[in-house]
C-alpha cells in the first residue's frame, strides 16, 4: 500500500523557514517523480515544484529562489525547504507521486506538474504565513 506523509508545517512570520518532510512507505520514491502542491484559500491546487527520477528539479516561478526541493534516498523522503516566505504562501501542502516522469517538467517555459498528472497524495501539512 502507497502511503505519503507530509510533515514540518506551521505558522511563520513573513521572511521566515519551514522545511517540508514527505516520507513514503511501500513506494521507493527515488523511482518516481514526485512534486509538492499547495492551495491557497478559494484557489485551485498548483504545483510549486517537482523532482524527477533523475534528480532534475523544477520551479513554479513564484516560488523560484526561496524554494528548494531535494531527496534523501536513504530515508526515501522528499524535502521541500522554503526561505522568504511570504502571506500568499499560506496554506496546505501536500506532496505526490507523477504517473510518468514528463509531468515535471517546464514547457514552454513555463513550470509544468498538473495535479490530474499525480496518482498517490499525502493528507498535507498546513502552512501559515503571517505576521
Known amino acids: 500500500q502507497v502511503q505519503l506523509v507530509e510533515s514540518g508545517g506551521g505558522l511563520v512570520r513573513p521572511g521566515g523557514s519551514l522545511r517540508l518532510s514527505c516520507a513514503g512507505s511501500?513506494?521507493?520514491?527515488?523511482?518516481?517523480?514526485i512534486g509538492w502542491f499547495r492551495q491557497a484559500p478559494g484557489k485551485e491546487r498548483e504545483g510549486v515544484s517537482c523532482m524527477r527520477s533523475d534528480g532534475s528539479t523544477y520551479y513554479a516561478d513564484s516560488v523560484k529562489g526561496r524554494f528548494t526541493i531535494s531527496r534523501d534516498n536513504a530515508k526515501n523522503a522528499v524535502f521541500l525547504q522554503m526561505n522568504s516566505l511570504k502571506p500568499g504562501d499560506t496554506g496546505p501542502y501536500y506532496c505526490?507521486?507523477?504517473?510518468?516522469?514528463?509531468?515535471?517538467?517546464?514547457?514552454?517555459?513555463?513550470?509544468?506538474?498538473?495535479?490530474?498528472?499525480?496518482?498517490?497524495w499525502g493528507q498535507g501539512t498546513q502552512v501559515t504565513v503571517s505576521s
Open positions: 505526490a507521486r507523477a504517473v510518468v516522469d514528463i509531468s515535471c517538467s517546464v514547457v514552454s517555459g513555463t513550470y509544468y506538474s498538473p495535479p490530474i498528472e499525480y496518482d498517490y
Open positions: 511501500g513506494i521507493t520514491l527515488d523511482r518516481y517523480a
